[in-house]
Every structure is written in C-alpha cells, then in structure tokens.
C-alpha cells in the first residue's frame, strides 16, 4: 500500500544526495513472520550522506491484515534542523493512520520561525489530514510540530491527499536543507548531539511500535531492533536504571 512512497523517497534521496549505505546490524535488516495465519516481513533501509547522518526506513508486509512504511531522517550534528518523521499504518486496509512532521529538537521561538512556520502553508492545503487526534504516547509538545500531519482517513485519500502531501512536506524539508547553514560552534554542535540523543531516547521509551514488533517478530527480536536499529543512541530501560 505504501510502495509508491517508499519509491518515492529513494528516488528524491538519490537524485538529491551522495548516499552510502549505513550498516544495519547484522540480522536486523530483514525478518520474516511465521507466527498466525498472516506472515509478515519486515525489511529495512539505512544510508547517509555528508548533510544527513542517518536516513532509515523500514516496511512491514503483513498483506491485507497490515502495512506500515516507517521512516525518520537525522541530519548530520553540524545542521540544526528538525528531524523528518514519517509514519503511515493501515490495518486491513481499512484502519488507515498517517503521522507526517517536521520533530523540532527545540521549542524555542527563534527555532519554530526558522523551520516550522514555513510550514504553516502546507498544513493548510491539507486540512483533512489535521484532525486534530489526541496522541496516547507521546506529548505532542514535545517533538512535534503545531503543523503535524495526524489523521485517520481511508485507502482512497492516502493514495491521493497523502501521497501529495508527503512530497510537499519532503520538498519543503529539502529546500529548508539546502539553505542550512552549517554550524561551526563546538557548544552549539553538542548541543544538536545531545538533543538528537534526547529524542532517540524519549521515542525508545515510548514507541507503541515496539508491541507490534513482538508480535510479529519476537520480544529478543523487536528489542534489538528498538534500540541498536531505530533508535540507537537510546539506552534500554533497564540498563539505564542499572546506572
């Protein structure tokens, strides 16, 4: 259901940048379900470039009962810009969740006129993507835009409002990229170090994914995958209380 966007994606990343790919730890790129009636594969993609140090993204193939397209693009420490975050789940085909945002790293006035009202026009276009849903996982003022894409919508719109709108806002997140000035300021430089570490952190501690994951693929599986693939800089729960 999400090919086209996956294709998308690489297309734009490959005419746009130098890619190389960025290892994925060994038995973490690709994993097949034989657990119930619908297998699952899931399989996962990693590359940088010099202005974005981790582009990963990930899809699951559990035919008709789910398809989910996950992505989260980290730019390299010397660019202070949002991370782009992409999340598209659909439950038989008929349970459609989509989440599309820049993820400010901070909240500070100076930071949202920057790289987050220039989206204020595409959240526009798109009002029946904004629905205005209450998150049950996270804070949505924290790591998320006031011009976050969040609906439940069906199979037709996704493939028409959504697919447009996930090219708008990846143009958009383009050109804000292009124009970045790099940083050469040690303390602001381990200020985005930090901050993108933060977030890793915040999303491993609440990924509601992470269930999904174990049901398919195994609790030991999914844990690997949680904290040494999707967000590697996090540390697990119990090794942190263990400090």
């Given at each position: 259901?999400?090919?086209?966007?996956?294709e998308?994606?690489?297309k734009?990343?490959?005419?746009?940048?130098?890619?190389?790919?960025?290892e994925?730890?060994?038995?973490?790129?690709?994993?097949?379900s034989?657990r119930?009636?619908n297998?699952?594969?899931?399989?996962?993609?990693?590359?940088?470039?010099?202005?974005?140090?981790?582009?990963?993204?990930?899809?699951?193939?559990?035919?008709?009962?789910?398809?989910?397209?996950n992505?989260?693009?980290?730019?390299?420490?010397?660019?202070d810009?949002?991370?782009?975050?992409?999340?598209?789940?659909?439950?038989?085909?008929?349970?459609?969740?989509?989440?599309?945002?820049?993820?400010?790293?901070?909240?500070?006035?100076s930071?949202q006129?920057?790289?987050?009202y220039?989206?204020?026009?595409?959240?526009?276009?798109y009002?029946?993507?904004?629905?205005?849903?209450?998150?049950?996982?996270?804070?949505?003022?924290?790591?998320f835009?006031?011009?976050?894409?969040?609906?439940?919508?069906?199979?037709?719109?996704?493939?028409?409002?959504?697919f447009?709108?996930?090219?708008?806002?990846?143009?958009?997140?383009?050109?804000?990229?292009?124009?970045?000035?790099?940083?050469?300021?040690?303390e602001?430089?381990?200020r985005?170090?930090?901050?993108?570490?933060?977030?890793d952190?915040?999303?491993?501690?609440r990924?509601?994914?992470?269930?999904?994951?174990?049901?398919?693929?195994?609790?030991?599986?999914?844990e690997?995958?949680?904290?040494e693939?999707?967000?590697?800089?996090?540390?697990?729960?119990?090794?942190?209380?263990?400090?």
């Amino acid at each position: 259901m999400y090919q086209p966007f996956l294709e998308h994606l690489e297309k734009s990343l490959i005419d746009k940048f130098d890619l190389q790919r960025r290892e994925i730890p060994v038995g973490l790129e690709t994993n097949v379900s034989d657990r119930g009636r619908n297998p699952a594969t899931i399989r996962s993609w990693c590359y940088q470039c010099p202005q974005l140090r981790k582009i990963r993204y990930t899809y699951i193939d559990a035919g008709e009962s789910a398809q989910i397209f996950n992505s989260v693009i980290y730019p390299n420490h010397n660019f202070d810009l949002p991370l782009l975050g992409i999340d598209f789940l659909s439950f038989g085909r008929v349970k459609n969740l989509i989440v599309l945002d820049f993820q400010p790293l901070f909240q500070d006035e100076s930071y949202q006129q920057k790289y987050i009202y220039p989206l204020r026009t595409l959240h526009e276009r798109y009002p029946e993507l904004t629905q205005g849903l209450e998150m049950k996982f996270y804070d949505a003022n924290q790591y998320f835009s006031k011009y976050l894409l969040f609906a439940k919508t069906d199979q037709e719109t996704v493939s028409t409002k959504v697919f447009a709108a996930f090219k708008d806002y990846l143009d958009l997140y383009w050109q804000l990229l292009a124009h970045a000035t790099p940083l050469t300021n040690s303390e602001q430089i381990q200020r985005i170090v930090k901050a993108q570490k933060d977030y890793d952190q915040y999303s491993a501690d609440r990924d509601p994914a992470s269930g999904l994951f174990s049901s398919y693929f195994g609790h030991a599986w999914s844990e690997r995958f949680l904290y040494e693939f999707l967000f590697e800089d996090a540390v697990p729960l119990a090794v942190a209380g263990n400090r």
